[in-house]
C-alpha cells in the first residue's frame, strides 16, 4: 500500500471475503485489549461517547453498557450490518457510515464527553490523521478523555500503529491536551488523553 489512506472500497472488499477478517470476536488479543480499554474507564458513566472504526461491533456492544448514547463509526458498511445485528436491542446506539476524516458526523462542538478510535488510525495517511485530530477536538468536551487503541505489529498500512499514535498525540499536544495514559501492551499501545490546560 502507499501512503495516502485505505479507500472504502479495500474494507468493503476484506469484509465481503470474511464476516470477521481480524478475529474481534473471537482471538485472545482482542478480549485482552477490550479489558484492558474499558478498565480505564471503569466507573464512569458517558452521556454522549463517540467511537471511531467500530467495525463489527465488538467493542461497541461492550462500551454502550457505559453510555447514555453512543454514535459508533466505520467506513465499511458490510461491517455496520454486523454491528447493528450485535447491538440490536442495546439502548442509545447509533451507527453512521463515512470515510474519516472527510465525512466526519456531523456534531456540535464539545459534544461528546468520549472519544475512542481503536485500531484505525494507521489506516490514514499522516495529513487524515491530523486532520481527524482537528475534527475531535471540535467535538470532544474540555473534560472528556481520548482513548487511542494501535496495533503495534507489522503492517503495510500507511504508517504503523506507532507512528499513528504518535501523529495524533501531537496535534493534541498542540490544542494543550496533556496524555493521562499511555502504555504498550505486547502486540498494541493504549494512550489516553485528557485534561486539556483550560479545563484545570
Given at each position: ?26 482471538r485472545p488479543y482482542e478480549r ?126 500507511p504508517c504503523d500503529g506507532n ?38
Open positions: 500500500m502507499s501512503g495516502a489512506s485505505w479507500p472504502r472500497a479495500v474494507f468493503e472488499r476484506i469484509h465481503a471475503a470474511s464476516s470477521d477478517p481480524w478475529g474481534v470476536g473471537s485482552d485489549k477490550y479489558r484492558h480499554t474499558l478498565a480505564l474507564l471503569a466507573g464512569r458513566r458517558f452521556h454522549h461517547a463517540l467511537e471511531l472504526g467500530c467495525s463489527i461491533g465488538a467493542m461497541t456492544a461492550r462500551l454502550a453498557r457505559q453510555c447514555d448514547h453512543l454514535l459508533a463509526v466505520d467506513v465499511a458498511e458490510s461491517a455496520l450490518a454486523q454491528a447493528r445485528r450485535r447491538c440490536a436491542g442495546l439502548a442509545g446506539v447509533t451507527f453512521y457510515r463515512g470515510q474519516l476524516p472527510d465525512a466526519f458526523p456531523d456534531l456540535p462542538e464539545a459534544s461528546c464527553d468520549l472519544i475512542i478510535i481503536s485500531e484505525m488510525l494507521y489506516f490514514l495517511s499522516r495529513a487524515d490523521i491530523a486532520r481527524l485530530a482537528s475534527h475531535c477536538l471540535r467535538v470532544r468536551q474540555a473534560d472528556a478523555p481520548i482513548v487511542l487503541v494501535n496495533w503495534t505489529g507489522p503492517t503495510d498500512t507512528e499513528a499514535a504518535r501523529h495524533f498525540i501531537a496535534t493534541c499536544l498542540a490544542a494543550g491536551l496533556l496524555v493521562t495514559h499511555a502504555r504498550h501492551y505486547a502486540h498494541y499501545r493504549l494512550d489516553m488523553l485528557g485534561a486539556d490546560c483550560k479545563s484545570r
